[in-house]
C-alpha cells in the first residue's frame, strides 16, 4: 500500500513511539531482573533457538542442570528448587525475548521504509544508526552474563553500566527522532536558554542513571539505609574521603551510593537554576510548562530516590525509581527538544 507524505509521516511516528515505549519497557524488566537476581538464569545466548523456554520436565532439568555449575548456583543458591529456579528463568528470558521483539519490530518497516523510499537521507542514517546501536546492545548483554558465569556470584558492575547506558542511549535517539518527526514548526519565540543548560542537565541525569547502575550491580542501595546522613555521618565511616580518587568509587558500594546521592543534589540545585532563569524571564513562557514537569518528576524521583535507601533496595521502590528515571528522563528531551527548535 503506497503511502501519501501525511500518512508516512503518522506511520513512522507511531512505530518510533511504540519502539521508544517498548526499549523503556525493557530497560524497567532489565531492572526487575536484576532486582530479582534472575540475570544469571540462562547460562546459553542461543539467537534463535533461545526464543523458545523449555517446556517438558527434562527440558526445565537440563536448564536447570547448567546453572547448577555457576558459582551463584554453588556459593548463594544451593538449596534453590526447581519451582524457584523457574521464577528467576522466566524473568530473564522475558527480557530476552522483548529484546528479540524490539529488534524485529525496528528492522522490518525499517526494511519496507527504505526499499519504498520513504525516508529522508538524514532519517536513513539515524535509523540505522539504532539499528546498530540495537544488535550491539546484544552483544552487550551477553558480554554482561559472561561475567558472571565463571568467578563471579554476580555479574560486573561496570558491563552492567554498559549495557544500561546504551540502553538510555537507544532511548534517547528513538525519542529525539519521534519529536523531530511530529513537530511541524518552530516555536515563535526568538531566545534560547543560555548556556546550554538543558543539555547539561540531559548529560548529568544519563550520567546519574549509569552510576545508579553501578549502585545497583554492587548491591549499594542495601547499606546505610537513612537520609540524609550515611549513618551517623554525611560521608560513609568504612572508606577515606581520597577513595573518591581512584577506581574505589566503582568497586566500592559505600561510594558508589555516596557519590549517587550526591549527584542528586547537584541535579537538583542545578535545575532550580534552570526553573529561576525560565519563570525570570518573558519570553521564555514556552517552556515553562515543560521545565514544571520536569522538577515535579526530578522531585518524584528524589522522594524515591530516598525510600529507596530507607528500605533498602526493596524492589517495589528501587523498580518505581528505575521507571521514574525514565519519565523524567522522557521530560527532559522534550525540555531539550523545545529549547533547540528556535529559529
Given at each position: 500500500?503506497?503511502l501519501?507524505?501525511?500518512q508516512?509521516?503518522?506511520?513512522i511516528?507511531l512505530?518510533l513511539l511504540?519502539?521508544?515505549?517498548?526499549v523503556?519497557?525493557?530497560?524497567?524488566?532489565?531492572?526487575?531482573?536484576?532486582?530479582?537476581?534472575s540475570?544469571l538464569?540462562i547460562t546459553?545466548?542461543?539467537?534463535?533457538?533461545?526464543i523458545?523456554?523449555p517446556i517438558?520436565l527434562d527440558?526445565w532439568?537440563?536448564?536447570?542442570?547448567l546453572?547448577?555449575?555457576?558459582?551463584?548456583?554453588?556459593?548463594i543458591n544451593?538449596s534453590?528448587?526447581?519451582d524457584?529456579?523457574?521464577?528467576?528463568?522466566?524473568?530473564?528470558y522475558a527480557?530476552?525475548?522483548l529484546?528479540?521483539?524490539?529488534?524485529?519490530l525496528?528492522i522490518?518497516?525499517l526494511?519496507?521504509l527504505t526499499?519504498?523510499?520513504?525516508?529522508?537521507?538524514?532519517?536513513?542514517?539515524?535509523?540505522?544508526?539504532i539499528?546498530?546501536?540495537?544488535?550491539?546492545?546484544g552483544f552487550?548483554?551477553?558480554?554482561?552474563?559472561k561475567?558472571?558465569l565463571?568467578?563471579r556470584?554476580d555479574?560486573?558492575?561496570y558491563r552492567?553500566s554498559?549495557?544500561?547506558?546504551?540502553?538510555i542511549i537507544?532511548?534517547?535517539?528513538l525519542?529525539?527522532?519521534?519529536?523531530?518527526?511530529?513537530s511541524?514548526?518552530?516555536?515563535?519565540?526568538?531566545?534560547?536558554?543560555?548556556?546550554?543548560?538543558?543539555?547539561?542537565?540531559?548529560?548529568?541525569?544519563?550520567?546519574?542513571?549509569?552510576?545508579?547502575?553501578?549502585v545497583?550491580?554492587?548491591?549499594?542501595?542495601?547499606?546505610?539505609?537513612?537520609w540524609?546522613l550515611?549513618?551517623?555521618?554525611?560521608?560513609p565511616d568504612?572508606?577515606m574521603?581520597?577513595?573518591?580518587?581512584?577506581l574505589?568509587?566503582?568497586?566500592?558500594?559505600?561510594l558508589?551510593?555516596f557519590?549517587?546521592?550526591?549527584?542528586?543534589?547537584?541535579m537538583l540545585?542545578f535545575?532550580?537554576v534552570?526553573?529561576?532563569?525560565?519563570?525570570k524571564n518573558?519570553?521564555?513562557?514556552?517552556l515553562?510548562?515543560?521545565t514544571?514537569?520536569?522538577?515535579?518528576?526530578l522531585?518524584l524521583q528524589?522522594?524515591?530516590g530516598?525510600?529507596?535507601?530507607i528500605?533498602?533496595?526493596?524492589?517495589?521502590?528501587?523498580?518505581?525509581?528505575q521507571?521514574?528515571?525514565?519519565?523524567l528522563?522522557a521530560a527532559?528531551?522534550?525540555?531539550?527538544?523545545?529549547?533547540?527548535?528556535?529559529?
Amino acid at each position: 500500500m503506497d503511502l501519501n507524505k501525511n500518512q508516512n509521516n503518522k506511520f513512522i511516528s507511531l512505530w518510533l513511539l511504540l519502539i521508544t515505549f517498548l526499549v523503556a519497557l525493557i530497560i524497567i524488566v532489565g531492572g526487575l531482573t536484576r532486582l530479582t537476581d534472575s540475570g544469571l538464569s540462562i547460562t546459553k545466548w542461543d539467537l534463535f533457538t533461545g526464543i523458545f523456554p523449555p517446556i517438558s520436565l527434562d527440558d526445565w532439568e537440563k536448564s536447570f542442570s547448567l546453572y547448577k555449575k555457576i558459582p551463584e548456583y554453588k556459593l548463594i543458591n544451593s538449596s534453590m528448587t526447581l519451582d524457584q529456579f523457574k521464577i528467576i528463568y522466566w524473568w530473564e528470558y522475558a527480557h530476552r525475548l522483548l529484546g528479540r521483539a524490539i529488534v524485529l519490530l525496528f528492522i522490518l518497516p525499517l526494511i519496507y521504509l527504505t526499499f519504498k523510499r520513504k525516508l529522508s537521507k538524514k532519517n536513513i542514517f539515524s535509523f540505522y544508526f539504532i539499528l546498530f546501536l540495537m544488535l550491539f546492545q546484544g552483544f552487550v548483554g551477553w558480554y554482561m552474563v559472561k561475567s558472571g558465569l565463571v568467578d563471579r556470584t554476580d555479574v560486573s558492575q561496570y558491563r552492567l553500566s554498559l549495557h544500561l547506558t546504551l540502553a538510555i542511549i537507544i532511548f534517547c535517539i528513538l525519542f529525539w527522532n519521534f519529536l523531530k518527526n511530529v513537530s511541524q514548526s518552530n516555536f515563535e519565540s526568538k531566545i534560547k536558554i543560555s548556556f546550554y543548560l538543558p543539555i547539561i542537565f540531559l548529560i548529568i541525569l544519563i550520567l546519574q542513571i549509569s552510576l545508579g547502575a553501578f549502585v545497583s550491580g554492587l548491591d549499594a542501595g542495601q547499606i546505610y539505609q537513612s537520609w540524609p546522613l550515611m549513618n551517623q555521618s554525611y560521608f560513609p565511616d568504612d572508606s577515606m574521603f581520597t577513595d573518591l580518587f581512584s577506581l574505589k568509587v566503582f568497586e566500592t558500594p559505600s561510594l558508589a551510593q555516596f557519590i549517587h546521592r550526591n549527584v542528586a543534589y547537584i541535579m537538583l540545585v542545578f535545575f532550580l537554576v534552570i526553573l529561576f532563569i525560565v519563570f525570570k524571564n518573558d519570553d521564555l513562557t514556552y517552556l515553562r510548562k515543560s521545565t514544571i514537569l520536569v522538577f515535579l518528576f526530578l522531585l518524584l524521583q528524589f522522594f524515591l530516590g530516598i525510600l529507596t535507601i530507607i528500605f533498602g533496595a526493596q524492589i517495589f521502590f528501587a523498580s518505581m525509581h528505575q521507571l521514574c528515571s525514565i519519565v523524567l528522563l522522557a521530560a527532559t528531551l522534550i525540555l531539550v527538544f523545545k529549547n533547540s527548535r528556535i529559529n
